[in-house]
Structure formats: C-alpha cells, structure tokens
C-alpha cells in the first residue's frame, strides 16, 4: 500500500472541506434568494431577528418568535416586540456571533456562518482522528463526516443553534485527549450555552467518562453539571420570560407521558420514568423509521458505530431523546436534531478503530468508501431541505418542478415588490419570505395581523406581502399546499372585504397589501386573472 504521508492527509481534508463549503454555500444561499420554501424557513427569519435586535441592545428579542409563542398560540395575545425568545430556547452562545452578525447584518451570511462552522468542525475532527491514527484512517473519518446525511442536511437548513454542536464538542474532545484542561471546560461551558437541552448530549459523554474509567471524575462533573444546568434553566430561568417551556414545549414534545396541559422537565422526567412500558414502546416504534433512523447516522461511518460500546453510550440519551418525542418529523436526518448524535458517533468510531486497528484493510477501506458513496447519493437524491431544487424535481409523480429561470425571474419579481416596503414599517410575510424581511423591529407571520409595539398599543402591521406563486406550484403534489392555498385566497379576500387593507402591488403570484390604502384597478385585474389559475389540477 503506498505511503500516505501527513501533508497529503491534510491536503485530502482540506479539498474535501473546500468542496463542502463551496457546494453548501451555493446551493444554500440560492434557495435564500429564490424565496424557494423549505421546512421551518419561518427560523431563519426569527434568528435574524434576534441578531438585529440583539446588534441593537435589545437581547434576543423577536416579535417574530412572539408568534410562536403560548400567549399567542393560545391565549390569543398580540404578538410582541419586546418579547425574548430566551422563553423558548436558552440559548446565551449566539452571542459570540453578534459581532460576525454585525458585519453581514442578513439572514444570508447566517447561512453562511452555519456552513462554515460545521466545515471548521470537520478540521477539529480530523485532528482529533490523528491523535489516535495515521493520516489514511484519519482522512477516511473525516471524508465520512463531510458525506453524512446527518451532517449535510441539518447544514443546508435555514440556521439554527445546534450548527455550533459539532465544533465544540471535537474541540472537547481533543482537548481531552491532549490534557489542554481550560479549553476542554470552555468548550463544555459552551455546549451547555447553546440550547437548554444539550445537556442531553453531555450527559450521555459524561456517562462514557465514567463507565470507561479514563476521567471518571471529569465525568461525574460532566453529568452533575448537565443535569443540574437543565433543571435549574428550565425550571429556574426560562419561565422568568415566559411559560412556553412549561405549557407548549414540554406538552407538544412529551404530552403522551403526562395528563396536564403543563408540565416542568422535572414532571415530565418522573412522568416518563414511572411509565416504562410506555417509553419502551416510544423507543420502538414506528420500528421501520426507527431502524431507517439509525442506519442512516451509521452508514458514512461503515456501520462502525454499531460495534462501538462508547458510540452507544454517548448517543443513548440524545437518541432516546429524539426516539420519545411525538413530532412525526423527529426521526429526519434532515432536521437539526439529527446533529446531536453526531459528535458522539464519530468520537466513538474514533475509539473502536483506535482498538481495531489491524481491521482497517483493503477489502474495509473499500466497503468504507462504498458506504460514504451511498449516503452521499442517497443524500443528495433526497434533496435536503429542498436545496437542491433548482435541479432536483419536487416531485416526479406527478412533475413539480420550477426550473431556474422561472424561480430566477420569481424571485426579482417578489424583490420589486419589498422594495416599496420602507424599513421601519410593520409587516407580515408568508413563512418564506418573512427572512427577507426580518431586519426591523415589527415583523408577524401570516395570517397574523396584530403587533403590540414598544408603546405598547396593539396596532395592525402597515403591509402584507403573500406568495402564491410557490403553494400553486406545489398543490398538484402535496396536499397541504393545496390546503394552503385555498386559505391564503379565501384570508386575502376576507381582508380586502374590510377595507381595512387595499391590494397596491402584484407580481408573479405575490400579493402586497398596504393597510388603509386604495385598492389598485389595474393590480386587482391582474390579480383576479391570477386568481383563475388557482383552482387544483385533478
């Protein structure tokens, strides 16, 4: 076998990391500014919102996570500008990229920011490989994590906390491994900053500690502290800003386990514990997604972490997490969640190969280099968080697809029409189109109309600008967009009907509305016209 020297290893990584940031980057931002939708792209705008209003002094606050919250969801509130989001996630380690926020001031270099933090974490990974490895087995790791669906889909979502996870805990970990103390509890500290739940996923690393015997004191800090951050800041710290924790969260997540409306993580934990057969069942089933789940975080990886005792350890109680929760979406390697067995996975890939390395032979390194071809196919013919839309169809049966020029020529349509948006005034916004138009202090999401501003006063919002364009396309396909469709139109004519609102703008299927304004002629022609196209193909 030919020599595989240090520099050449470090030349393969940084090819690999170039070619992943690169595509991410441009597969990414063009869905931004195409407007295409994509699952929760309602975060991206809620995260930008809470970076300008943080740049500004106002910390984490978010009108647009205001409408997400209990008093608006059920109590029937007016969402607000001052509320803090810090009610839903605790999430303190945003703050180290304010000033990176302050220089790109958009939801685009947020994306960006994303890419390249899970691209830095695959430098720390391979670091972290060679501490154990020679280059060859090193490169073969780190190319794994460059082509995990686990990895690649959450990158390409709209931004989120968790894309932090990744570098931190490789950066824990090769500090462990090379006795650096003070970085290995920093980057602790930092994990524990970046959800309220990532304690879930330090607890399970802790518990390896222990049950390894190489740091079982570093270990029993690690659990102690896990445990007691999330107890004191669920209980504790979030419900001084609101009860989302207690009356949504933990309901909508965990509401099978208990019989309240309301519940602390404490409640919720004891509810789940005295239930065993019922949390069983939850691990378990569906069984067929389950194992789908589980296979997919394994195969970049050539199912060694299947073999590997502290992959198990380390990603049980992430996994039991996800594996309980009731969100039908929660078993996707596409979402964000899907990141938080990954550090686990590789960390322990890392030591099984470190006691097997006279397995690393040419018949594995060529099963290994199949596995990482067939996640990356099976990622990419996936089309993660519809990034890949502009050359991957919808769908094929029946045909949905938008080719370039047409999402091109859309998106410069809907552009025109936010230009005539001033800066400082008030909106809503279909979900994907209301990160375009989070750069402002009074920002709702449709069919929301009501903002409570910093006077106090709840007023309406000065615009509304809606897409049909996208729903139209997809309701042939799926039929929530069908059902989607059909309320944008009968909600735009109750509108209209008050008087309240006058339609003064249409482009490309996108409506805008300016309250107490006129109603355009020519608009509302060509509006009506439109408005033919909408009946549902059969």
Same mark, same amino acid.
């Given at each position: 076998?030919?020599?595989?020297?240090?520099?050449?290893?470090?030349?393969?990584?940084? +090819?690999?990391?170039?070619?992943?940031?690169?595509?991410?980057?441009?597969?990414?931002?063009? @869905?931004?500014?195409?407007?295409?939708?994509?699952?929760?792209?309602?975060?991206? /705008?809620?995260?930008?919102?809470?970076?300008?209003?943080?740049?500004?002094?106002?910390?984490?606050?978010?009108?647009?996570?205001?409408?997400?919250?209990?008093? #608006?969801?059920?109590?029937?509130?007016?969402?607000?500008?001052?509320?803090?989001?810090?009610?839903?996630?605790?999430?303190?380690?945003?703050?180290?990229?304010?000033?990176?926020?302050? %220089?790109?001031?958009?939801?685009?270099?947020?994306?960006?920011?994303?890419?390249?933090?899970?691209?830095?974490?695959?430098?720390?990974?391979?670091?972290?490989?060679?501490?154990?490895?020679?280059?060859?087995?090193?490169?073969?790791?780190? +190319?794994?994590?460059?082509?995990?669906? =686990?990895?690649?889909?959450?990158?390409?979502?709209?931004?989120?906390?968790?894309?932090?996870?990744?570098?931190?805990?490789?950066? *824990?970990?090769?500090?462990?491994?090379?006795?650096?103390?003070? &970085?290995?509890?920093?980057? +602790?500290?930092?994990?524990?900053?970046?959800?309220?739940?990532? /304690?879930?996923?330090?607890?399970?690393?802790?518990?390896?500690?222990?049950?390894?015997?190489?740091?079982?004191?570093?270990?029993?800090?690690?659990?102690?502290?896990?445990?007691?951050?999330?107890?004191?800041?669920?209980?504790?710290?979030?419900?001084?800003?609101? $009860?989302?924790?207690?009356?949504?969260?933990?309901?909508?997540?965990?509401?099978?386990?208990?019989?309240?409306? $309301?519940?602390?993580?404490?409640?919720?934990?004891? =509810?789940?514990?005295?239930?065993?057969?019922?949390? %069983?069942?939850? &691990?378990?089933?569906? &069984?067929?997604?389950?194992?789908?789940?589980?296979?997919?975080?394994?195969?970049?990886?050539?199912?060694?972490?299947?073999?590997?005792?502290?992959?198990?350890?380390?990603?049980?109680?992430? %996994?039991?997490?996800?594996?309980?929760?009731?969100?039908?979406?929660?078993?996707?390697?596409?979402?964000?969640?899907?990141?938080?067995?990954?550090?686990?996975?590789?960390? /322990?890939?890392?030591?099984?190969?470190?006691?097997?390395?006279?397995?690393?032979?040419?018949?594995?390194?060529?099963?290994?280099?199949?596995?990482?071809?067939?996640?990356?196919?099976?990622?990419?013919?996936?089309?993660?968080?519809? =990034?890949?839309?502009?050359?991957?169809?919808?769908?094929?049966?029946?045909?949905?697809?938008?080719?370039? *020029?047409?999402?091109?020529?859309?998106?410069?349509?809907?552009?025109?029409?936010?230009?005539?948006?001033?800066?400082?005034?008030?909106?809503?916004?279909?979900?994907?189109? +209301?990160?375009?138009?989070?750069?402002?202090?009074?920002?709702? @999401?449709?069919?929301?109309?009501?903002?409570?501003?910093?006077?106090?006063?709840?007023?309406?919002?000065?615009? #509304?600008?809606?897409?049909?364009?996208?729903?139209?396309?997809?309701?042939? *396909?799926?039929?929530?967009?069908?059902?989607?469709?059909?309320?944008?139109?009968?909600?735009?004519?109750?509108?209209?009907?008050?008087?309240?609102?006058?339609?003064?703008?249409?482009?490309? /299927?996108?409506?805008?509305? $300016?309250?107490?304004?006129?109603?355009?002629?020519? #608009?509302?022609?060509?509006?009506?016209?439109?408005?033919?196209?909408?009946?549902? *193909?059969?």
């Amino acid at each position: 076998m030919p020599r595989f020297s240090s520099i050449k290893g470090v030349r393969v990584v940084a +090819i690999a990391a170039l070619i992943f940031w690169v595509a991410c980057c441009i597969f990414a931002l063009q @869905r931004y500014f195409n407007f295409y939708p994509t699952y929760v792209a309602f975060d991206q /705008g809620i995260f930008n919102q809470v970076f300008w209003n943080t740049m500004h002094g106002r910390l984490f606050e978010s009108s647009l996570s205001s409408t997400e919250s209990i008093n #608006v969801l059920v109590d029937g509130e007016a969402p607000t500008v001052f509320y803090r989001r810090l009610g839903q996630h605790f999430t303190p380690a945003l703050l180290l990229w304010v000033p990176y926020y302050a %220089l790109v001031r958009s939801p685009a270099g947020l994306s960006v920011l994303q890419i390249t933090l899970i691209t830095a974490a695959g430098f720390v990974l391979y670091a972290l490989a060679r501490h154990y490895h020679p280059p060859r087995l090193s490169v073969f790791i780190t +190319i794994s994590y460059y082509c995990a669906n =686990a990895v690649i889909a959450p990158t390409l979502a709209n931004f989120h906390d968790l894309s932090q996870l990744p570098l931190y805990l490789f950066t *824990a970990f090769l500090a462990l491994e090379k006795r650096v103390w003070w &970085l290995f509890w920093v980057m +602790i500290g930092l994990t524990l900053l970046v959800r309220e739940d990532t /304690g879930i996923v330090l607890f399970g690393i802790g518990l390896y500690f222990i049950l390894s015997r190489r740091h079982w004191r570093v270990g029993a800090i690690v659990c102690a502290l896990s445990v007691g951050y999330i107890v004191l800041v669920t209980n504790v710290v979030m419900p001084l800003f609101s $009860e989302d924790i207690s009356r949504r969260f933990m309901v909508e997540q965990f509401g099978h386990f208990i019989d309240n409306q $309301e519940a602390s993580t404490v409640e919720v934990l004891w =509810a789940i514990a005295s239930q065993p057969g019922k949390l %069983l069942a939850n &691990l378990f089933t569906p &069984l067929d997604r389950t194992i789908n789940y589980v296979l997919g975080q394994w195969l970049p990886l050539a199912f060694v972490p299947a073999l590997s005792p502290s992959a198990w350890v380390m990603i049980a109680f992430p %996994l039991t997490k996800t594996l309980m929760r009731q969100d039908p979406t929660a078993l996707s390697l596409h979402l964000r969640y899907a990141l938080t067995l990954v550090p686990g996975l590789f960390y /322990g890939a890392i030591l099984w190969w470190a006691k097997h390395p006279l397995q690393f032979q040419p018949r594995i390194q060529n099963f290994w280099k199949v596995c990482m071809g067939l996640a990356l196919v099976l990622t990419l013919t996936s089309n993660p968080n519809r =990034a890949l839309s502009i050359v991957i169809p919808d769908s094929f049966q029946p045909w949905v697809y938008a080719p370039p *020029a047409e999402q091109w020529n859309h998106a410069q349509a809907v552009r025109q029409l936010m230009g005539r948006i001033p800066d400082d005034a008030s909106v809503s916004a279909t979900s994907y189109l +209301i990160a375009h138009l989070s750069n402002r202090r009074s920002a709702v @999401r449709y069919p929301e109309l009501r903002i409570q501003e910093d006077d106090r006063q709840v007023r309406l919002v000065d615009f #509304v600008i809606m897409d049909f364009w996208y729903p139209r396309l997809f309701q042939r *396909a799926f039929d929530d967009e069908r059902q989607t469709l059909q309320g944008m139109e009968e909600i735009l004519g109750a509108w209209l009907g008050t008087g309240e609102y006058g339609m003064v703008g249409f482009r490309s /299927g996108t409506v805008l509305l $300016e309250k107490g304004a006129e109603s355009n002629p020519d #608009v509302l022609e060509r509006w009506e016209r439109f408005r033919q196209t909408l009946t549902p *193909a059969e």
